[in-house]
T-cell receptor, first 114, second 114 residues
Framework: GAGVSQSPSNKVTEKGKDVELRCDPISGHTALYWYRQSLGQGLEFLIYFQGNSAPDKSGLPSDRFSAERTGGSVSTLTIQRTQQEDSAVYLC????????????FGPGTRLLVL | GENVEQHPSTLSVQEGDSAVIKCTYSDSASNYFPWYKQELGKGPQLIIDIRSNVGEKKDQRIAVTLNKTAKHFSLHITETQPEDSAVYFCANNAGGTSYGKLTFGQGTILTVHP
């Protein structure tokens, strides 16, 4: 079956512009996570959704970052007024339930801020 | 916050040899310890996980051991094959959360030479 998909796969933007990154989780998965992976580093938790609500937003680095999820499915991560330090791979993962279950990752969106 | 240290950062072995990757953590509340494999250009994929109520778990050529007293856990791959070449990440559930908010190690680049 279809896995987690993310779009765009690559995004180049200029400093100060806003970007939107999209995640389509596996159908029926209620939990959705966003992580950020900087070059040569491990993954950094950003936000957790259970259904359409986000009970844990503690990893969002600043108020320029926001995310939403609609219909218990698609999620969008928005970065406003992008900075060069925002350059990274943004990964989305989903899991069937809200517990400590297998997270299935998408291929990521590579964001480069010039 | 939680810190997960992973060693070594790179590991090179000959096909058929064993590979061992070790991680230490600081948060005693953690009770879920997954390992992920990430191939170039792809998102991480879960290969094995262990929970705090067991000390060892095996799945064919892969095994994980956990020492909660010493706060370290290890991944063991036996009879390595070239297709095992990838980046491996350890992780744990930061703060002992009941959901999948994961803290990742910095990764180990494993190269298996034919």
């Amino acid at each position: 079956g279809a896995g987690v998909s993310q779009s765009p796969s690559n995004k180049v933007t200029e400093k100060g512009k806003d970007v939107e990154l999209r995640c389509d989780p596996i159908s029926g998965h209620t939990a959705l996570y966003w992580y950020r992976q900087s070059l040569g580093q491990g993954l950094e938790f950003l936000i957790y959704f259970q259904g359409n609500s986000a009970p844990d937003k503690s990893g969002l680095p600043s108020d320029r970052f926001s995310a939403e999820r609609t219909g218990g499915s698609v999620s969008t991560l928005t970065i406003q007024r992008t900075q060069q330090e925002d350059s990274a791979v943004y990964l989305c993962a989903s899991s069937l339930g809200s517990g400590l279950e297998t997270q299935y990752f998408g291929p990521g969106t590579r964001l480069l801020v010039l | 916050g939680e810190n997960v240290e992973q060693h070594p950062s790179t590991l090179s072995v000959q096909e058929g040899d064993s590979a061992v990757i070790k991680c230490t953590y600081s948060d005693s509340a953690s009770n879920y310890f997954p390992w992920y494999k990430q191939e170039l250009g792809k998102g991480p994929q879960l290969i094995i996980d262990i929970r705090s109520n067991v000390g060892e778990k095996k799945d064919q050529r892969i095994a994980v051991t956990l020492n909660k007293t010493a706060k370290h856990f290890s991944l063991h791959i036996t009879e390595t094959q070239p297709e095992d070449s990838a980046v491996y990440f350890c992780a744990n559930n930061a703060g002992g959360t009941s959901y999948g908010k994961l803290t990742f190690g910095q990764g180990t680049i494993l190269t298996v030479h034919p």
